[in-house]
């Protein structure tokens, strides 16, 4: 597949099975949406996703899982791309007028989409994400984060998507963590906390958390 291959553009949300298609990406298949830290992770963050992104994979291969995040060479997205294999599919969704200098993570296929602000992917996301599941289980999981972070939360929730927010991986996963303890008065976390879907869990418990969801009917 040439570069040219793993990238397409998109205007509406209708033309999105198409541009999966053309990517090679099957559709009908248990789902991850990465949403989380980029630019601004620590380097001991970093590490620890490494490693915790290396015990997920074998889970997402034997259920030739697809992950959809922003597909940036940053962060969490760097950091799963590093563990690319057969059988798990990385679909980058990237709002091409935000991009500016910021490289596509290589080991993804992109799906670019309008929008000039860091954020104007984050309904895309959840759309892609929606569309190559189908009847499928699909599953976010929030690790570390900025501000946008927040919006892909509220968009997981609103489509009553299952929010997985890991704990001990720094900024607005461990703000959402502590406001799930009633430590941290932060009405945006609070809301992301009590959300019927979204489960706060252990860097120990994560890999058998998200295995059970994505197991579960979609």
Same mark, same amino acid.
């Given at each position: 597949m040439t570069?040219?291959?793993? #990238? @397409?553009? =998109?205007? %509406?949300? /209708?033309? &999105?099975?198409?541009?999966?298609?053309?990517?090679?990406?099957?559709r009908g298949r248990?789902?991850?949406v990465l949403v989380g830290g980029a630019g601004g992770m620590s380097a001991r963050?970093?590490?620890?996703?490494?490693?915790?992104?290396?015990?997920l994979m074998p889970a997402l291969v034997r259920r030739g899982a697809a992950v959809v995040d922003g597909g940036t060479d940053t962060?969490?997205?760097?950091?799963?791309?590093?563990?690319?294999?057969?059988?798990?599919? #990385? @679909?980058? =969704?990237? %709002?091409? /007028?935000? &991009?500016?200098d910021t490289p596509l993570e290589p080991h993804h296929v992109h799906v670019l989409v309008p929008g000039e602000s860091w954020g104007d992917e984050s309904p895309w996301i959840a759309e892609v994400a929606s569309v190559l599941a189908g009847p499928n289980a699909a599953?976010?999981?929030?690790?570390?984060?900025?501000?946008?972070?927040?919006?892909?939360?509220e968009q997981s929730i609103a489509r009553r998507r299952p929010l997985i927010?890991?704990?001990?991986?720094?900024?607005?996963?461990?703000?959402i963590a502590s406001a799930a303890a009633g430590v941290v008065d932060d009405p945006r976390a609070a809301a992301i906390a009590a959300a019927d879907?979204?489960?706060?869990?252990?860097?120990?418990?994560?890999?058998?958390?998200v295995a059970a969801e994505l197991d579960r009917p979609g």
């Open positions: 570069r040219n291959d793993r #990238l @397409v553009r =998109v205007t %509406a949300v /209708g033309e &999105l099975p198409g541009a999966l298609d053309r990517l090679g990406v099957s248990p789902v991850i963050h970093l590490d620890l996703v490494r490693d915790l992104f290396g015990d962060g969490v997205m760097q950091s799963i791309g590093e563990f690319s294999c057969d059988g798990v599919t #990385l @679909v980058g =969704v990237a %709002a091409e /007028g935000s &991009l500016g599953v976010t999981l929030l690790v570390n984060g900025g501000d946008v972070t927040y919006v892909d939360a927010v890991l704990a001990g991986t720094g900024r607005t996963a461990d703000v879907l979204t489960q706060v869990v252990s860097v120990e418990d994560f890999v058998a958390v």
